[in-house]
Structure formats: structure tokens, C-alpha cells
């Protein structure tokens, strides 16, 4: 009988632990100590808002804020562009949830699974100590234990140890590392200085923020040989809609590859404004192999909007030992020399590396990632966006003003020229024959295009912004 009663305190003591590691559960999403990067909006007053987009319905969305703090804000609050914004969230949320998918974590998290053949190990120990010290305790306490006090004692015992570990706040998806000092200020803005007035930066506490208008400097489409018929124009990558970089980077616990990730959207914000995708396009295909880019490493996604996927080493020419962009983790990229000069040296998966400082950076190549091979930081992931075409948030977003055109097959693009104020002509070949298109846009943004195909055929259409 006492064999038997000792044997059920057994069990209801292991049962109690495993409900330890069962229920036990960290506090909220959002903390301030996990630097987590949150969205800004912009109201019609002009008053900011940091959340990210938790739901929607209707005629109005729901964001969520620091310390899992949620606030309900109808959508007409918000300024047109922002408006735009939260009503394809919406749809996006609708949509998955008529389709039953699961909102999935993208972050890379490693999950720790309690080891229970170590909880009994644990268990056993403490009684076999208790059993071996039972006359020593016995005698100090006056009284005599029994086997069932004696496993009610390990119990308590091992149940102590455990509680303090199990309900800890949870900190898999935070490598925090107090050696990565905070970038300063005016360290990325030197970076940005050369390209200014085309672009502007401002700054708070927390982030770096860049605004373009989406158009290099530099030429742009010629050496396209896959080409899909799209054209650079204008983005209004301003106010809240600017790029966001923070300021300061945590390591990721695991760093997402931009090979299973990142197939839609910016990865890092080139020093002249231009945005730097993924080196894969959507489809997974190497950009730049399959003849997609230009002779800066650039082309136009289907919203018009010019953006590298090819590291723009030519601005080492004007950056000189600058950084060339910075991602979106917070990191810089350099180009093909360390910032002192000397030759680059050895890179990691992420395509980066620590370097004499201390101090963790990328470096643009001419080869595959490119740019980027993983985050080496920690970023945070648009939740209706599932890998591989899910997405950095915040990012800027671009402005599309056609509908979205297909690829014309055999085309080579062998001049892009200005022919005016906010005008354009691209010319492209197709065997011996030449098409072109005029574009421009006059102060009000209403476009017009003009399209000569090979044959000599003139079609029009106009836009209005």
C-alpha cells in the first residue's frame, strides 16, 4: 500500500512540472527592450502613429503598439497615402482569413522543447540525495521521514528550481549584445550628404529616415535584355512614407536568408535613395542572371518604381570609403574596400562581417547574395506577407500608376534619355527593328505615354495621379 501510494505522489509530482513548461508563457509581442521596429502613420491632422497592423474590417484597422497595447483608428482618420495603405491591408487580411491560411511568425525563432528525460533525471537526484541525508535531516527535525514525505520534499524542491526558469520572460527571439553601440547620427547621414538635394534625411531617437523621389541620378534601363515593359517613374517615398533605418541594430538569433525570404519589398536603402530588393526577383530567379537589370544593377518593378536588385558598387565613385546603403536591420553596406581602404575581407552568409571596430557590416560584391545573404539583424516581418514573398516592415511603399504590364519577349533596351523637363524616351530592339516610348508628366501628375512598337504602330494613354 505505501509502495503504491509513493509511486502515485511520483506521478503527480512529475505531472505538475511538465504544467510548469506547459502553461508557462512569455508576456505580450511587443516590448520595448526587444527593439522591435514598428510602422509609422500618418493621421490627416499630421499627428504620427507608431503600431503595426494587427486586423481589419470595414472602415477601420486595429494596430498594435508597444507592450501589446492595441488602438482601434478608422481609416478616414488616416492621410490619403496611408489610407492606400491601410485599405490593401485590409483586403490582404480578409482575403487570408476567407482562405482559412494561418497567420504565420516569420521570424526565424528557435523554439526551446523542455528536455523532460532531464526533469525526471532532476527528480530522481533530489530524492536520492534526500534518501541518502533522510537519518542526517531526520535528526536535526526531531521526527522521522517517511518515503511519501521524503517525495513530497523533492518535489518541492525540484518545482522551486523550475518555477523561476519556466516563467521568465522568453528572450529566444532577442541575442541581446551590448557591444553593438548605438550608430550615430551623423555617422549615416556623412553617408547620405553627397546626394542631397535629390534626397533629404531627418532623424528621431529611435530611427533614420530617408526621402527620394525614387529616380537615380545616374542613367537608367539600358542593358536590359528581359524586360517587362515597365518605366522609371516618380515615388513618393516622403513623410511617413520615407525609408526607415534604426538606429540601433540587434543581432538576430537566427538571421533570415534572403534565398527563403525578403521576395518582395526592400532589404536595405541605397546612400542616393534608391531601394535594394532581394538579388532574386518573386519567381526566386537570380535578377541579374537572367538578364532582368541594367547597367547599374536597377530595373522597374510593376508599379513603375526603379530600384536595385544588384549591389551599386558605381557609387563608391562618388561615396568614395563610405558606406554605398544601409539595410534594413540597421548595418551598413560598403563597397568592394573595408571602410579604412585595405582589401575586403573574408565574408560570412550574410555577406558581411565584424571588422576592426567591432562593428558588424556588409559589403556590396559582383556576385551572388550581392548584397545581402541573410539579416544579420533582427527585423521585423509583415505578418500578411508569408515567406518567401514576405516583406521588411517599415519599408516605404511605391505608388503604382498603370496597371501592370508583361514581358515583351526578344527586347533589349539600348537607350534611355531625358527629353525634357519630366520626360523620358526608352528606345529597345527587337532583331533588327526599334520601338520606343515618350513619357513626361506635367505639375498637376497627369502622364501621358506614347508607344511605338517595331512596326511602326503609335498608341497613347494617359494617367492621372
Not at 52 to 71: C, H
Not at 275 to 287: C, M, Q, Y
Not at 323 to 329: G, K, N, Q, V
Request: aromatic share 12%; charged share 15%.
Amino acid at each position: 500500500m505505501q509502495y503504491n501510494r509513493v509511486l502515485k505522489l511520483i506521478m503527480v509530482h512529475l505531472l505538475l512540472m511538465c504544467s510548469i513548461f506547459s502553461f508557462s508563457h512569455p508576456k505580450g509581442h511587443f516590448h520595448k527592450e526587444d527593439g522591435t521596429i514598428f510602422n509609422t502613420w500618418t493621421l490627416k491632422n499630421g499627428t504620427i502613429i507608431k503600431g503595426n497592423f494587427s486586423m481589419g474590417k470595414g472602415e477601420f484597422i486595429v494596430l498594435e503598439q508597444e507592450e501589446g497595447r492595441l488602438l482601434k483608428i478608422p481609416i478616414s482618420d488616416f492621410s490619403l497615402q496611408d489610407q492606400l495603405l491601410a485599405n490593401l491591408k485590409v483586403k490582404k487580411y480578409v482575403k487570408l482569413n476567407k482562405e482559412f491560411i494561418p497567420i504565420l511568425n516569420t521570424f526565424s525563432l528557435q523554439k526551446k522543447e523542455w528536455n523532460y528525460s532531464y526533469l525526471l533525471l532532476s527528480f530522481i537526484m533530489a530524492l536520492a540525495i534526500l534518501l541518502i541525508f533522510r537519518k542526517a535531516i531526520s535528526n536535526l527535525n526531531k521526527s522521522t521521514y517517511s518515503p511519501t514525505k521524503l517525495v513530497n520534499l523533492a518535489g518541492c524542491l525540484v518545482l522551486m528550481t523550475l518555477i523561476p526558469y519556466a516563467c521568465k520572460k522568453s528572450t529566444d527571439n532577442v541575442v541581446t549584445n551590448t557591444s553593438i553601440i548605438k550608430t550615430t547620427t551623423s555617422f549615416i547621414d556623412s553617408a547620405y550628404t553627397p546626394y542631397k538635394p535629390a534626397i533629404s534625411t531627418r532623424w528621431d531617437d529611435n530611427y533614420f529616415y530617408v526621402a527620394s523621389g525614387g529616380i537615380p541620378a545616374h542613367n537608367m534601363m539600358v542593358g536590359i535584355t528581359n524586360w517587362q515593359q515597365q518605366v522609371p517613374i516618380p515615388q513618393f517615398y516622403t513623410g511617413a512614407n520615407s525609408w526607415t533605418i534604426p538606429l540601433q541594430p540587434v543581432y538576430a538569433t537566427i538571421p533570415m536568408s534572403t534565398r527563403t525570404n525578403f521576395m518582395k519589398g526592400a532589404v536595405a536603402i541605397a546612400v542616393n535613395g534608391i531601394p535594394i530588393f532581394n538579388a532574386l526577383n518573386n519567381r526566386g530567379e537570380d535578377s541579374y542572371l537572367i538578364g532582368e537589370l541594367d547597367n547599374w544593377g536597377g530595373h522597374c518593378g510593376k508599379g513603375d518604381d526603379y530600384h536595385y536588385h544588384a549591389a551599386p558598387l558605381h557609387l563608391s565613385t562618388i561615396s568614395g570609403l563610405k558606406p554605398i546603403a544601409f539595410a534594413l536591420d540597421g548595418f551598413a553596406v560598403y563597397g568592394s574596400k573595408e571602410p579604412d581602404g585595405s582589401t575586403m575581407q573574408s565574408l560570412d552568409t550574410c555577406h558581411g562581417h565584424i571588422y576592426n571596430n567591432g562593428v558588424y557590416h556588409y559589403h556590396g560584391t559582383s556576385n551572388y547574395p550581392y548584397v545581402i545573404g541573410a539579416m544579420k539583424g533582427k527585423v521585423t516581418t509583415d505578418p500578411l506577407t508569408l515567406a518567401p514573398e514576405n516583406q521588411i516592415l517599415p519599408q516605404a511603399f511605391a505608388s503604382p500608376l498603370r496597371p501592370a504590364t508583361t514581358p515583351l519577349n526578344g527586347a533589349s533596351i539600348t537607350a534611355f534619355t531625358a527629353t525634357g523637363n519630366n520626360a523620358y524616351k526608352l528606345t529597345y530592339k527587337i532583331g533588327s527593328a526599334f520601338g520606343y516610348i515618350d513619357y513626361s508628366w506635367d505639375v498637376t501628375n497627369k502622364y501621358t505615354f506614347i508607344y511605338t512598337s517595331i512596326t511602326g504602330a503609335v498608341t497613347s494613354s494617359n494617367y492621372q495621379r
